[in-house]
Antibody
Framework: EVQLAQSGAEVRKPGESLKISCNGS????????IGWVRQMPGKGLEWMGI????????KYSPSFQGHVTISADKSISTAYLQWTSLKPSDTAMYYC???????????WGQGTLVTVSS | SNELTQPPSVSVSPGQTARISCSGV??????VCWYQQKPGQSPVLVIY???KRPSGIPERFSGANSGNTATLTISGTQTMDEADYHC??????????FGGGTKLTVL
């Protein structure tokens, strides 16, 4: 069974750094693309970026390039999304999702709620 | 343009047919998929490759895509289908793009 287990909710102050994780199991982690998707409160889904863990090939949405960093450690089947300086506008639910053969996201993690507030 | 436009809301009576649109430039040239998202839950893929249903998705869910518009159709809508629905497409230039989402109300 494919599972994407995300790290728990986080509360940070503006300017702080953060790294959230997504652990994949039940499939070949290294040779499958994993994407990150943002959902701001009451809003739609936004694709942020995607990584191929085997060679760390990464594609970023222009909207998020330079604002976040995506990485992966294939030895522990875990993908990461990190910020160096959070803003209140980063408050959102963040999902990791497994990319299917036809460019759709077949499986989703449970989401990580990030709250940035002073 | 890489935008996908969905109506903010659609209402339907139980047992009737709900249709949710997703518009974009030359969208018919791309594969479109649809996700269902219930409150407090993660999205679930209900349609991929325009009109295919993943295992476990009821037959009342169907999809079509032509020209500039893709449509998700739910036949015999049930109260359990009340949710947000998001369309998504991909192409080599714009990568993965989502629509703004549509809230389906069954009343």
């Amino acid at each position: 069974e494919v599972q994407l287990a995300q790290s728990g909710a986080e509360v940070r102050k503006p300017g702080e750094s953060l790294k959230i994780s997504c652990n994949g199991s039940g499939y070949s982690f290294s040779t499958s693309w994993i994407g990150w998707v943002r959902q701001m409160p009451g809003k739609g889904l936004e694709w942020m970026g995607i990584i191929y863990p085997d060679d760390s090939d990464i594609k970023y949405s222009p909207s998020f390039q330079g604002h976040v960093t995506i990485s992966a450690d294939k030895s522990i089947s875990t993908a990461y999304l990190q910020w160096t300086s959070l803003k209140p506008s980063d408050t959102a639910m963040y999902y990791c999702a497994l990319l299917g053969e036809q460019q759709n996201f077949d499986y989703w993690g449970q989401g990580t709620l990030v709250t940035v507030s002073s | 343009s890489n935008e996908l436009t969905q109506p903010p809301s659609v209402s339907v009576s139980p047992g009737q047919t709900a249709r949710i649109s997703c518009s974009g430039v030359n969208l018919g040239d791309k594969f479109v998929c649809w996700y269902q998202q219930k409150p407090g839950q993660s999205p679930v893929l209900v349609i991929y490759e325009d009109n295919k249903r993943p295992s476990g998705i009821p037959e009342r869910f169907s999809g079509a895509n032509s020209g500039n518009t893709a449509t998700l159709t739910i036949s015999g809508t049930q109260t359990m289908d009340e949710a947000d629905y998001h369309c998504q497409a991909w192409d080599s230039n714009t990568a993965w793009v989502f629509g703004g989402g549509t809230k389906l109300t069954v009343l």
